[in-house]
């Protein structure tokens, strides 16, 4: 090898330095590995974190995440971890955010994998994409998810406490003793907006029972593979809860569509 091949790959004083983690040349801008790099860009790649310290930086904003979803992600190919001499899986921070924007979609948004994967491609081969979201720092703790009280849940809905407190006593809000999670929000907005057209909530709870049952369906075919034991199968179990949500949602909404322009 020559000299200037050597260069390229050593250090000034002949050590090693990694490839994601090379300083950028003032002159000729951004490394091409960087560039190249999927998303998020400009955020350590050094695998630096174990398994635990993965589920520590991401456990209080998704309280399920656990070895074996992190280790179905992998099997995805949503996630690359580096595998050590002896076989363990580390993780950089840019994995992490990665993970975060992962979970977050299946959350929020009930997006399935398969959707998600095309999504972080298309943000993976667009560097300067406008829609990219903002990577927040892994080893920087999530906050913890707020729990909403009936005035709270009205201010950010726009309706009043008392609308809250009725979509409470018809059960269409989900209640932890006397205070609310996220999702009463949006639920309490949806409401409200109905109860513009006369729509009471009452006259909700018919879509709360269908829902339920949904979800009991939805238990009954994950429910073998949350009892396995195998490593991923709790991962894919959540997957193929949250892909089936996202499927019935979808269904629901075209037989109202077609159920609507029937009405002429």
């Known amino acids: 090898m020559t000299s200037g091949a050597a260069r390229d790959h050593h250090g000034v004083h002949g050590t090693s330095v990694p490839r994601h983690d090379r300083a950028q040349d003032t002159e000729h801008g951004p490394d091409q590995d960087d560039l190249d790099a999927p998303w998020p860009r400009g955020i350590s790649r050094q695998a630096t974190m174990r398994i635990s ?19 179905f992600l ?13 076989g363990y899986r580390q993780y950089s921070q840019a994995d992490v955010e990665r993970l975060r924007f992962v979970l977050t979609e299946q959350r929020d948004s009930y997006m399935p994998l398969k959707v998600i994967k095309e999504r972080l491609a298309t943000m993976d081969a667009d560097p300067d994409s406008a829609e990219h979201p903002a990577p927040r720092l892994a080893g920087v703790a999530a906050p913890a998810r707020r729990r ?22 018809a059960g269409l809000l989900p209640a932890s003793g006397s205070t609310f999670g996220s999702g009463a929000v949006e639920v309490a907005r949806i409401a ?4 513009e057209f ?3 909530p009452r ?21 073998p593979l949350r009892s396995q034991q195998a490593s991923a199968a709790h991962g894919r ?28």
């Open 53 to 71: 310290d993965v589920l520590r930086a991401l456990g209080t904003e998704f309280p399920s995440v656990s070895h074996s979803k992190l280790r």
């Open 74 to 86: 992998e099997e995805q190919g949503l996630i690359e971890p580096v595998r050590t001499p002896s």
């Open 148 to 169: 909403w009280t009936a005035q709270s849940v009205a201010e950010a809905a726009g309706v009043t406490d008392e609308f809250v407190q009725d979509l409470a006593r």
């Open 192 to 195: 409200g907006a109905l109860a």
């Open 198 to 200: 006369g729509i009471e």
């Open 203 to 223: 006259h909700l709870r018919s879509f709360r029972t269908s829902a339920d049952r949904q979800v009991a369906l939805v238990d009954q075919v994950v429910a």
């Open 237 to 264: 179990a959540a997957s193929m809860a949250s892909d089936m949500g996202e499927l019935f949602t979808r269904l629901h909404a075209a037989w109202v569509r077609q159920g609507i322009d029937d009405l002429g």
